[in-house]
């Protein structure tokens, strides 16, 4: 999971920090991309005219939304499964209308809760996929009448989370570190073990901070929030703690590349950015990233707080980071854009458009605000 908040600064040194510090920055950030295409040709070991049926558990939102696209342009057959709420596509910004009729041609739906065991197992076996993504599961539970339903499955590429690592002194976190079987994650480490005992050829995906356009965890537009109500933005202990954040469409293109590859069967990855950032360093980049002035940023003692069930900082407030020279080595992979670029895109293209998932809460904050100015 993370180092304490001593890890000396000389355990450090060889790894790629951000240094990021609020001066001026030369990136790329400010280019649009009409459309998004990842960077260089497919380094994938399966032709693209091996064309898979490809089942894709969730994939309405987020992930699922840059996943798709990718396979579809690869000319695979793709279904989501997914319960019906939400539409089963939708346009993205800076998608052409062709581009976007292309896409939504081609995609086809599954309708039914995932949790219904038997309609799992009767529907997945009359369709006979070659290949599922999964995306939402949680438990393993989950992932039984799957594998039951298709006894000639090729590969199950799954999601899980760097957020299974037990914490540690030692960073960044490597895929052969020791994991936690108390996780709030540890149904995504039954999941690996019940693929490994039932002798499918798998591959895990462990993502450490996701973000991009359509987050709808409040990462990136927990920030965006205060800097365009221009507020300070409270930050817990020193700020140097150090985390990691991976773009939405890095993490597409490392699950793309898994499909059908030897080099990842029955293998775990860790993905995200190339770069690490400390609290205060992401904060200076979000403003960056806007165009907002230098954020003013207040610092507070989480102990002095009780903040009842509401989450004061998206963050867990420690150092946690993970190393993807494992992917980056196997499979040829490399995150598209740094982090100022990364924000720069999911700004433009989703909250500097006005459009967010949560509306602004800032009741924790003046909580903070409140206790700071009566102390001064």
Known sequence: MAASASLKSSLLLPSPISDFSGAAVSVSAQKRRRSWQPRGAR?????????????VMG????IGVF???LLVKEGHQVTLFTRGKAPITQQLPGESDAEYEGFSSKIQHLKGDRMDFEFVKTSLAAKGYDVVYDINGREAVEVEPIIDALPNLEQYIYCSSAGVYLKSDLLPHC???AVDPKSRHKGKLETESLLTARGVNWTSIRPVYIYGPLNYNPVEEWFFHRLKAGRPIPIPGAGNQITQLGHVKDLATAFNLVLG???????????SGAKYVTFDGLARACAKAG???EPELVHYNPKDFDFGKKKAFPFRDQHFFASIEKATREL???PEFDLVEGLTDSYNLDFGRGTFR???DFTTDDMILGKKLATV
């Open 59 to 62: 994939g309405t939102r987020f």
């Open 332 to 334: 040829g992979w490399t």
């Open 291 to 293: 165009g907002f002035p």
């Open 43 to 55: 380094v994938q070991v399966s032709a693209a005219a091996d064309s898979k049926n490809i089942l």
């Open 358 to 360: 949560k509306a602004a």
């Open 175 to 177: 895929e052969a570190d």
């Open 261 to 271: 590859n030897p080099k990842a069967s029955q293998q775990i990855f860790n993905i």
């Open 67 to 69: 996943l798709s696209r």
